[in-house]
Protein backbone atom coordinates (compact mmCIF):
# COMPACT_ATOMS: atom_id res chain seq x y z
CA UNK A 1 0.00 0.00 0.00
CA UNK A 2 2.02 2.64 -1.63
CA UNK A 3 1.36 6.45 -0.87
CA UNK A 4 2.20 9.51 -2.58
CA UNK A 5 5.40 11.15 -2.86
CA UNK A 6 6.12 13.41 0.78
CA UNK A 7 7.81 16.44 -0.69
CA UNK A 8 5.05 18.10 -3.17
CA UNK A 9 3.08 19.21 -0.02
CA UNK A 10 1.20 22.54 -0.77
CA UNK A 11 -0.74 25.00 2.04
CA UNK A 12 -3.06 27.13 0.58
CA UNK A 13 -5.39 29.71 3.00
CA UNK A 14 -8.59 30.62 1.45
CA UNK A 15 -11.52 32.42 2.53
CA UNK A 16 -14.25 29.93 3.42
CA UNK A 17 -16.75 29.82 1.52
CA UNK A 18 -19.02 27.76 -0.51
CA UNK A 19 -17.85 26.28 -3.44
CA UNK A 20 -14.16 27.24 -2.72
CA UNK A 21 -12.57 23.64 -2.21
CA UNK A 22 -14.82 22.68 -5.76
CA UNK A 23 -12.83 25.63 -7.52
CA UNK A 24 -9.40 24.63 -6.08
CA UNK A 25 -10.35 20.84 -7.26
CA UNK A 26 -11.50 21.80 -10.19
CA UNK A 27 -8.99 24.12 -11.58
CA UNK A 28 -6.35 20.98 -10.79
CA UNK A 29 -8.44 19.07 -12.96
CA UNK A 30 -8.62 21.17 -15.65
CA UNK A 31 -4.93 21.63 -15.66
CA UNK A 32 -4.31 17.86 -15.64
CA UNK A 33 -2.81 18.19 -12.31
CA UNK A 34 -3.20 15.01 -9.92
CA UNK A 35 -4.02 15.17 -6.49
CA UNK A 36 -2.55 12.67 -4.48
CA UNK A 37 -4.09 13.53 -1.09
CA UNK A 38 -6.02 16.12 0.40
CA UNK A 39 -7.42 18.11 3.70
CA UNK A 40 -8.99 20.88 4.60
CA UNK A 41 -10.27 22.33 7.61
CA UNK A 42 -11.75 25.35 8.72
CA UNK A 43 -9.65 28.46 11.04
CA UNK A 44 -9.86 31.00 12.50
CA UNK A 45 -13.74 31.25 13.45
CA UNK A 46 -14.77 29.83 10.57
CA UNK A 47 -13.30 32.84 8.25
CA UNK A 48 -10.62 31.21 6.85
CA UNK A 49 -9.86 27.63 5.43
CA UNK A 50 -6.43 25.62 5.37
CA UNK A 51 -6.00 23.19 2.70
CA UNK A 52 -3.13 20.96 2.38
CA UNK A 53 -2.36 19.95 -0.78
CA UNK A 54 0.11 16.66 -1.81
CA UNK A 55 0.26 17.16 -5.49
CA UNK A 56 1.91 14.62 -7.95
CA UNK A 57 5.03 16.28 -9.94
CA UNK A 58 8.32 17.63 -10.73
CA UNK A 59 9.48 20.99 -9.40
CA UNK A 60 8.02 22.76 -12.03
CA UNK A 61 5.05 20.98 -12.05
CA UNK A 62 4.36 21.94 -8.29
CA UNK A 63 5.75 25.69 -9.51
CA UNK A 64 2.77 25.90 -11.72
CA UNK A 65 0.13 24.27 -9.37
CA UNK A 66 0.95 27.52 -6.70
CA UNK A 67 0.98 29.88 -9.70
CA UNK A 68 -2.11 28.52 -10.52
CA UNK A 69 -3.65 28.63 -6.94
CA UNK A 70 -3.03 32.41 -6.88
CA UNK A 71 -4.59 32.75 -10.00
CA UNK A 72 -8.30 31.94 -7.67
CA UNK A 73 -10.05 34.95 -6.12
CA UNK A 74 -10.52 33.35 -2.78
CA UNK A 75 -7.16 32.28 -2.01
CA UNK A 76 -5.27 34.48 0.46
CA UNK A 77 -2.00 32.72 0.44
CA UNK A 78 -0.37 29.73 -0.72
CA UNK A 79 2.93 28.07 0.92
CA UNK A 80 5.05 24.98 -0.20
CA UNK A 81 6.15 23.13 2.68
CA UNK A 82 9.95 21.41 2.54
CA UNK A 83 9.95 18.55 3.10
CA UNK A 84 12.60 18.65 5.68
CA UNK A 85 11.20 21.46 7.63
CA UNK A 86 7.26 20.12 7.43
CA UNK A 87 5.27 18.21 10.27
CA UNK A 88 3.27 15.55 8.57
CA UNK A 89 0.37 13.67 10.13
CA UNK A 90 -2.34 11.55 8.55
CA UNK A 91 -5.55 9.78 10.52
CA UNK A 92 -6.70 6.44 9.31
CA UNK A 93 -9.48 4.27 10.86
CA UNK A 94 -8.49 0.26 10.14
CA UNK A 95 -11.11 -2.29 10.60
CA UNK A 96 -9.44 -5.39 11.27
CA UNK A 97 -10.29 -9.31 11.22
CA UNK A 98 -9.85 -10.65 14.65
CA UNK A 99 -11.38 -13.47 16.10
CA UNK A 100 -10.19 -15.49 19.35
CA UNK A 101 -8.80 -13.91 22.69
CA UNK A 102 -4.98 -14.51 21.16
CA UNK A 103 -5.20 -12.83 17.81
CA UNK A 104 -7.36 -9.91 19.66
CA UNK A 105 -4.37 -9.71 22.30
CA UNK A 106 -1.66 -9.85 19.61
CA UNK A 107 -3.73 -6.65 17.64
CA UNK A 108 -3.70 -4.75 20.52
CA UNK A 109 -0.14 -5.50 21.24
CA UNK A 110 0.46 -4.32 17.81
CA UNK A 111 -1.80 -0.96 18.38
CA UNK A 112 0.34 -0.01 21.03
CA UNK A 113 3.73 -1.03 19.41
CA UNK A 114 2.54 1.64 16.88
CA UNK A 115 0.81 4.27 19.26
CA UNK A 116 -2.64 3.37 18.02
CA UNK A 117 -5.77 2.56 19.62
CA UNK A 118 -8.59 0.21 19.59
CA UNK A 119 -11.76 2.30 19.60
CA UNK A 120 -14.01 0.20 18.49
CA UNK A 121 -14.58 -3.99 19.08
CA UNK A 122 -17.74 -6.36 17.91
CA UNK A 123 -17.61 -9.71 18.10
CA UNK A 124 -15.13 -10.22 14.90
CA UNK A 125 -13.00 -7.00 14.07
CA UNK A 126 -11.58 -4.33 15.51
CA UNK A 127 -10.93 -0.77 14.99
CA UNK A 128 -7.45 0.67 15.21
CA UNK A 129 -6.95 4.88 15.09
CA UNK A 130 -3.44 5.72 14.36
CA UNK A 131 -2.08 8.99 13.85
CA UNK A 132 1.18 9.05 12.21
CA UNK A 133 3.18 10.32 9.28
CA UNK A 134 1.82 8.12 6.01
CA UNK A 135 5.36 5.75 5.87
CA UNK A 136 3.90 4.64 9.57
CA UNK A 137 0.87 4.06 8.65
CA UNK A 138 1.68 1.93 5.45
CA UNK A 139 4.08 -0.14 8.20
CA UNK A 140 1.27 -0.85 10.32
CA UNK A 141 -1.03 -1.66 7.78
CA UNK A 142 1.45 -4.70 6.46
CA UNK A 143 1.58 -5.75 10.39
CA UNK A 144 -2.10 -5.96 10.74
CA UNK A 145 -3.26 -7.33 6.85
CA UNK A 146 -2.35 -11.03 8.49
CA UNK A 147 -5.22 -10.14 10.54
CA UNK A 148 -7.55 -9.40 7.31
CA UNK A 149 -8.05 -5.49 6.42
CA UNK A 150 -11.98 -5.26 6.16
CA UNK A 151 -11.95 -1.06 5.50
CA UNK A 152 -9.74 1.85 5.77
CA UNK A 153 -10.13 5.03 5.92
CA UNK A 154 -7.54 7.68 5.56
CA UNK A 155 -7.52 11.55 6.13
CA UNK A 156 -4.77 12.87 4.03
CA UNK A 157 -2.09 14.40 5.02
CA UNK A 158 -2.25 17.86 6.97
CA UNK A 159 0.76 19.58 7.39
CA UNK A 160 3.06 22.51 9.27
CA UNK A 161 6.57 23.97 8.85
CA UNK A 162 8.80 23.18 11.80
CA UNK A 163 10.18 26.04 14.13
CA UNK A 164 8.93 29.28 14.47
CA UNK A 165 7.92 30.20 11.37
CA UNK A 166 4.24 30.26 10.42
CA UNK A 167 1.85 32.32 8.46
CA UNK A 168 -1.42 33.74 10.28
CA UNK A 169 -4.31 35.68 8.39
CA UNK A 170 -5.46 38.41 10.57
CA UNK A 171 -8.95 39.47 9.05
CA UNK A 172 -10.00 42.85 9.05
CA UNK A 173 -13.27 44.75 8.89
CA UNK A 174 -13.22 45.66 5.99
CA UNK A 175 -13.19 42.19 4.28
CA UNK A 176 -9.37 42.57 4.09
CA UNK A 177 -7.57 39.63 4.57
CA UNK A 178 -3.95 40.53 5.93
CA UNK A 179 -0.87 38.25 6.68
CA UNK A 180 1.06 39.05 9.95
Known amino acids: MSRQNQGNIVAVLV???P????????????????IESISAGAIDGGKLSRITLVVEGDE????LVVKNLYNLYDTIHVDRLNSEEAIRREVALI???????????????????????IVDVSSDSMVAEITSEPKRIDTFLKV????????????????LTRG????????????????K
Open 15 to 17: ENK
Open 19 to 34: GVLFQITNMLRRRDFN
Open 60 to 63: RTVD
Open 95 to 117: KINVSGLKARSELKRQARLFRAR
Open 144 to 159: VEKYGVKEIARTGITA
Open 164 to 179: SKSRRARVKRAGKIKL
